[in-house]
């Protein structure tokens, strides 16, 4: 049975929320306070990278907001070429002016669509992806973009997700939801649970951690690590 994705956000849609929401995606020290985790999956990711990829010189940052993930990666590997991807020309602003401080290594800004990237192929040692997968929709999109990653890494290069997932059993995903709903409420009760899972449910489509380790593999990935979960949260990669 086919999804109707009609009824969620469209790609502007997702645009102009970003371009209003610059500085609360501007927290290195603590993220989105809605993802559980979040600092320390960018930690774990990062750091993957560094044990990794450690003479790294090109970082390709997709769905990269204002940054965050880029700093924290330059803390580990300095003065690496940054190439910066978002819808949002405004979080592009945001992330050049706050990379460029921290690093004499070239800045690009690509303002598109991640299905529409255009990229060199064999050419970064490491991508991250932060929160920006579960806007895909069809499967198709998704092999798309992970097929387009890994022709895009170098040979040893490495992948690292941290995102929202959902999960392949309903009864599942809805321990997971009950236990995520708790947590929203313990932030800013029933009303900020409420906010939260409405915009989730309009904006994003993610996919199982299952679905995306299979789909990594698929695409030609010799080597899948999860690095850490918690509820419907996780941060995971792949290695070319």
């Known amino acids: 049975m086919e999804t109707d994705y009609t009824k969620h956000a469209t790609t502007q849609e997702i645009t102009e929320r970003f371009n209003n929401d610059v500085e609360r995606f501007s927290n290195l020290d603590t993220g989105q306070l809605s993802t559980i ?8 990711c990062t750091s993957a990278a560094q044990y990794l990829n450690a003479d790294a010189t090109e970082l390709l940052d997709i769905g990269c907001g204002a940054g965050n993930y880029t700093l924290k990666m330059l803390e580990k590997i300095g003065n690496l070429n940054c190439t910066m991807n978002d819808l ?3 979080m592009l602003e945001k992330a050049k002016e706050r990379v460029s401080a921290q690093t004499t290594g070239q800045v690009k800004l690509i303002e598109s669509d991640m299905r529409q990237l255009q990229l060199e ?3 970064y040692d490491i991508i991250l992806a932060a929160a920006v997968f579960h806007h895909l929709r069809e499967d198709t999109d998704w092999e798309h973009i992970f097929s ?3 022709a895009a890494l170098k040979p040893g290069g490495s992948i690292w997700i941290s995102d929202l997932i959902a999960h392949d059993s309903p009864a599942i995903n809805n321990v997971f939801q009950d236990k995520y ?4 409420e313990s932030l800013g009760g029933k009303a900020y649970r409420d906010k939260v899972f409405a915009y989730i449910a309009y904006e994003d489509t993610p996919r199982s951690l299952t679905y995306q380790i ?3 593999k698929k695409t030609g990935f010799k080597v899948v690590e999860v690095l850490h979960k918690n509820l419907c949260f996780a ?6």
């Open 121 to 123: 192929d064999n050419h």
């Open 214 to 216: 299979d789909l990594l």
């Open 37 to 44: 985790d979040a600092p320390l999956s960018m930690e774990l």
């Open 181 to 184: 709903g708790a947590y929203l």
């Open 88 to 90: 949002s020309f405004a």
């Open 235 to 240: 941060a995971f990669g792949a290695i070319k």
């Open 148 to 150: 387009k990653m890994y």
